[in-house]
């Protein structure tokens, strides 16, 4: 008997991980650890054969719980507006949904800078809604499955739900329109240079673009401040 097999090689995945408050409950986050490792660790594989030439699998952590942390990879990139500097999160308009770009030339909004709380009494700024550091940012495109294994088995629980957006930045980082970010982020070693022509065309027929999404649920409130 012979057989033929016929496999795509290049992959460019979007690992979209639910840290919501609800996700603490049940084991429910040392599942998604567990499975989220466990997922890396297999798909991963083919980057660290001595055999290979070049890495062949990109991977992307995005996790999100009521908003998306960008964080300072993804900022020092992507063009976020400019009404403060103390965070990362980011919004997008209803109509930014019905696409999957997120071009790194135009500009996102931030969310606001704000502390809130369930009383409708003043109170002292304390807790920054979005966190001023890079704790659950986005983690893009590495090639190190230690390093994404690492990284995910570092989040925690906490904070509403908001799939949308986890989602929007998730296909956002398989977009061919984010290739100049992560070129950018090639020139400054921090991201691989295998990976130098990624996000590939959408029409790339040598490459696969995969998205996992992890969640619990369904989505709650989101946050921000308005302006009228």
Known sequence: FSSAEERIMNIEISMVLDVSGSMGWNNKMDNLHLAASEFI????????????????????????NGKVNAGSTIESVFTLSAEHNNSSCTRFDEADF???VIDPAVEIERLAHFDYSYSNSYRDFTVAHCQTNDSASILPWSENPAELV?????????????????MKWGVGLLDPAARPALQAL????????????RPVAYDDDETLK????MTDGENTEQWDLIQE
């Open 41 to 64: 660790n297999s798909v991963m594989a083919p980057n660290l054969d001595p055999a290979a030439l070049d890495n062949t699998i990109s991977m992307s952590i995005l996790p999100y």
């Open 186 to 197: 090639v020139a400054g070693n921090v991201v691989d240079g295998d990976f130098i022509n």
């Open 98 to 100: 019905y696409t999957t």
């Open 210 to 213: 995969v998205i996992i999404l």
């Open 150 to 166: 690492s990284y995910v088995n570092s989040l925690s629980a906490g904070g509403w739900t908001a799939i949308d957006l986890g």
